[in-house]
């Protein structure tokens, strides 16, 4: 059963762009969320974005949330990579907890209107548009 909301969900301005452009350069890329699993992948297909992810980690499966680092441990698991080589892209307060918690390498903030700069403080830099995260990146 296709989520009837589906449709009506966008992307934020610049985010598929940005994901696009750190694909092609060989990022791999995952999703973090509280949504379920189901209806990421019904929004990914939706959007045609299925391809840019290389994994999604659902807390409605897993036993953890953000800011909780367990929440990280299936790609850590599963792709045996170095937390300080892993780079959290979020919103809230608490995705940049996380990259606290986690020990990432970096954390970035991008003000989408969820956050105020403030409440990303724990950012190691806050962008104002999703577009600029490739280019944070380098």
């Known amino acids: 059963m296709v989520d009837e909301r589906i449709p009506e969900i966008n992307w934020v ?18 999703i973090v969320t509280s949504d379920t699993k189901k209806g990421v992948e019904q929004f990914l297909a939706h ?8 994994l999604i980690i659902s807390t409605e499966a897993d036993a953890y949330e953000k800011p909780n680092p367990k929440v990280l441990s299936p790609l850590f698991e599963q792709y045996n990579v170095d ?5 959290i892209v979020g919103d809230t307060a608490n995705d940049m907890k996380t990259a606290s918690n986690a020990n990432l390498g ?11 700069k403030e409440e990303l403080h724990e950012a190691d830099i806050i962008l104002n548009s999703a577009a600029d995260i490739l280019e944070a990146l380098n």
């Not at 301005?13 to 995952?30: F, H, N, R, S, T």
């Not at 959007?47 to 290389?54: I, K, Q, V």
């Not at 970096?106 to 105020?116: D, E, F, K, Q, Y």
């Open 47 to 54: 959007t045609n974005a299925t391809s840019l992810f290389d």
């Open 83 to 87: 937390p300080q080589k892993v780079a």
């Open 106 to 116: 970096m954390a970035i903030g991008v003000l989408t209107g969820i956050a105020t």
């Open 13 to 30: 301005e610049g985010v598929k762009e940005a994901l696009i452009d750190l694909k092609a350069k060989g990022y791999q890329l995952g």
